[in-house]
């Protein structure tokens, strides 16, 4: 899959950064218009409380000693210049008693009725040019007629107002085209990391099983991704190395004996037949047969502790499983001309499978007396210490060089020294895949004074 331009508008990643970009969006909005409301809106809320405050007092010099009371209290206030009222006072004929204007901007409602009012008020300045002040107020028409109008400028709060209704109105949309900004750039560098993985995938699918996905050191999740992949794609590259070399390795050990068994079969037919020729000829075919059913059933029993399928996992006594083991391997050691000893401590208990530990206890004993030649000696041990129990077996043989000792866990891998003994090359393979399954370990190594070889079991002991 190939990434054009606009192609990663496509994807998730940037889905989820358009719905980022929206809440983002909406979150700014929503913090905007809170800050509004509590600086604009608290101001302008403390104008009006300001405003009626001041209505009031004047009311109630009105109420207490009528027009004259009302026009003192007004040419007090008119003497503080610091203040941001304003005031007009008129009689009923429209003569200005006390005021800040030549006549009265906006007209009174009915009588006693007291409406709240807006405008505008043209004051010329020195410089020429006039200056235009807005005003909120309080317009009424007193008992006598006359009308009185309170005002408080809004200059200041306006222009805040102003200030930071654009303000919010610059900020919003420079907030929003950084989130998709943020959101497109993130959502393009996820679709080259994605498409990475999408080549990587592509070329192993087509056959490139050395193809791996690039890490770029920035220790993110896509890092994280790519090195589990690159672990698993390097597993099966190996795995898939091992099944070709396990295939040409079935077809050379099973070529020799099914060519054995048809020139036999061909020399028998051809020559004359009687009951010992055949009895000869069938005996010796079976021997034949059971090779390589050996082989077959190797495999099968690989492939069954692979899959863990039929294993039953319990406590098993290993004390009893290692003497069981010495006592049937003694006589064939015996029988082999070989010096066999055996040292094995108590109370020694794994979690696992009895039957795969006794085979691959087998195997391992199995080689020991199968590649010991005669007069040599085979030791096999059982210890513990706290967290495990380990299982060792020496023998004096011609042992497995260092460069081949990986090499021969493998399955199929026979030595050159090995091929003239009957077997699958599965052994090994066999006993590492039952070690590992009790998640243990299978150790390889030089027997004593560099001579033999040195086979260790360890596996985790239980209780």
Not at 320 to 346: D, H, K, N, V, Y
Request: net charge negative; glycine share 8%.
């Amino acid at each position: 899959m190939k990434f054009g331009s606009f192609a990663f508008a496509r994807t998730t990643t940037f889905r989820l950064a358009l719905v980022y970009s929206v809440l983002f969006a909406l979150f700014s909005a929503g913090l905007l218009a809170y800050l509004f409301q509590a600086t604009v809106g608290a101001m302008r809320s403390e104008a009006k409380m300001r405003l009626e405050a001041e209505y009031r007092t004047l009311a109630v010099a009105w109420n207490t000693g009528g027009p004259q009371r009302l026009e003192q209290s007004l040419l007090e206030r008119a003497l503080v210049r610091v203040r941001d009222f304003t005031y007009q006072f008129e009689t009923a004929d429209g003569t200005t008693i006390v005021g800040d204007m030549p006549r009265m901007p906006v007209e009174p409602g009915e009588l006693g009725q007291v409406r709240e009012v807006t405008f505008e008020v043209e004051r010329p300045l020195s410089s020429g040019a006039p200056e235009i002040t807005t005003i909120e107020g309080r317009i009424v028409r007193l008992g006598d007629g006359s009308v009185l109008l309170v005002g408080i400028k809004m200059d200041e709060r306006l222009r805040l107002v102003n200030r930071v209704a654009r303000s919010v109105i610059t900020a919003a949309p420079i907030g929003i085209v950084l989130a998709l900004l943020g959101g497109f750039f993130s959502a393009r560098y996820a679709a080259r990391r994605a498409d990475a993985l999408t080549r990587t995938a592509d070329a192993v699918m087509h056959g490139d099983l050395t193809k791996r996905v690039p890490v770029v050191g920035s220790g993110d999740e896509f890092d994280r991704l790519a090195e589990q992949l690159n672990e698993m794609l390097s597993k099966l590259e190996t795995l898939m190395a091992a099944t070709r070399h396990a295939g040409d390795s079935i077809a050379h050990d099973l070529r020799s004996p099914l060519s054995r068994l048809r020139n036999r079969l061909e020399v028998t037919l051809r020559g004359p037949m009687d009951e010992v020729t055949a009895r000869d000829a069938l005996g010796q075919t079976v021997e034949e047969v059971d090779k390589v059913l050996s082989t077959f059933n190797a495999i099968l029993d690989l492939s069954r502790v692979h899959s863990g399928s039929e294993a039953k996992l319990v406590k098993t006594d290993m004390t009893e499983l290692a003497e069981e083991m010495a006592e049937l391997f003694e006589p064939a050691c015996e029988e082999a001309g070989l010096s066999f000893t055996a040292e094995i401590a108590r109370d020694l208990a794994v979690h696992g499978d009895r039957t795969l530990l006794a085979q691959a206890l087998a195997n391992v004993l199995d080689n020991a007396v199968k590649y010991t030649p005669r007069g040599g000696e085979i030791r096999f041990s059982a210890t513990g210490n706290t967290t495990h129990v380990m299982l060792s077996v020496r023998d004096t043989g011609p042992g497995i060089p260092k460069v081949d000792r990986e090499r021969v866990k493998q399955r199929f891998v026979r030595l050159d020294e090995a091929r003239t003994q009957t077997g699958s090359g599965l052994g090994l393979a066999l006993v590492e895949a039952v070690i590992n399954f009790h998640r243990g370990r299978l150790d390889l190594d030089a027997g004593e004074n560099g001579q033999g070889l040195s086979v260790k079991l360890t596996l985790p002991r239980e209780g």
